[in-house]
């Protein structure tokens, strides 16, 4: 820069200085050279058309305030994040929280639903127990969910894991066992036969088919829920020796349209049975697999709108 473009006490002249942006002297500057001029301009503050060394000095020290705030922005912005991740991370603990707390009920390491003071959960009435002279009249579906047998005889009580069975008729069938001993049912009465070939003595006494006694014996079922089929609750039928008890009075269904049935109970009028088993519905004088269908709602048509949207 030539001492011609500074005036006194250090000062550039604007002009001068926009004079020498046309350096090959055709009067042509480009975008380039105007956006300089531009900036030139910016810098004389106070508009004498020159650039003192005070103005220079404040337009660093604006620079540097700039960048100052820019940086404090960036802390400010990076702590908001921050901060509201803290946040959403406590509240979704809360909420975790509060929804723990609020359950009535927890699962055990053992696979059992207690309540939060320890108590077993009861649900809707199952069967998980059932007599073993009973067995040889359940659907085949049924057999399949026995798993274990349970026996009193003369001198101690056995426990079997069932292997497989072969069923006969509603009166016989047998139960083989993971011991090689062979549970047989027959007209009622229960026999147990040794790998060997002997004979255990059952202890038994007359019961209805549906009473479980747990201290003679019982089969359990996988899952707890044993279809019963079309078999109507009579006692030890066919054992030829005693008449079989009157049936139980008909209890009728309460209407459960959309609750599903917690005991077995007559739905059609002119229904003989408990046909209606637990799990299904009653409705419109007839025993349903499923819950009645809800009707829509219906269609309201729209009024004319031509200029107005729909509310």
């Avoid at 697999?289 to 009024?303: D, G, W």
């Amino acid at each position: 820069m030539t001492s011609k473009n500074m005036k006194h006490g250090g000062e550039l002249r604007i002009n001068d200085l926009l004079q020498n942006l046309d350096v090959d002297g055709d009067g042509d500057i480009d975008e380039e050279d105007r956006q300089l001029a531009e900036t030139l301009k910016s810098m004389d503050k106070d508009g004498d058309g020159t650039i003192t060394l005070r103005e220079l000095v404040t337009i660093g020290q604006s620079k540097l305030e700039d960048k100052a705030r820019i940086n404090y922005l960036k802390r400010a912005i990076f702590l908001v994040i921050l901060c509201s991740l803290v946040f959403c991370g406590a509240m979704l603990g809360l909420m975790l929280a509060a929804n723990e707390a609020s359950k009535d009920s927890k699962p055990q390491s053992s696979g059992a639903l207690k309540t939060i003071d320890g108590k077993d959960v009861s649900t809707t009435a199952t069967l998980s127990k059932l007599s073993l002279a009973m067995l040889p009249k359940l659907p085949p579906a049924s057999l399949e969910k026995v798993t274990t047998l349970r026996i009193k005889t003369e001198d101690s009580l056995q426990f079997y894991q069932v292997s497989g069975w072969e069923w006969k008729s509603e009166m016989q069938m047998s139960f083989f066992t993971t011991r090689g001993h062979v549970v047989s049912i027959e007209n009622g009465k229960i026999g147990i036969t040794d790998g060997a070939g002997g004979a255990l003595v059952v202890v038994s006494r007359r019961r209805s088919l549906l009473s479980v006694d747990e201290d003679l014996e019982y089969a359990s079922f996988e899952g707890g829920d044993v279809d019963l089929g079309e078999w109507n609750g009579d006692d030890e039928a066919g054992s030829g020796s005693t008449p079989a008890p009157s049936p139980a009075p008909l209890t009728p269904c309460l209407p459960s349209e959309y609750m599903p049935i917690s005991a077995d109970c007559k739905c059609a009028a002119a229904s003989t049975t408990k046909e209606c088993t637990v799990g299904k519905f009653c409705y419109d004088g007839a025993c349903k697999a499923i819950a009645k269908p809800v009707a829509p709602a219906p269609l309201t048509p729209c009024l004319p709108s031509e200029y107005m949207p729909i509310s």
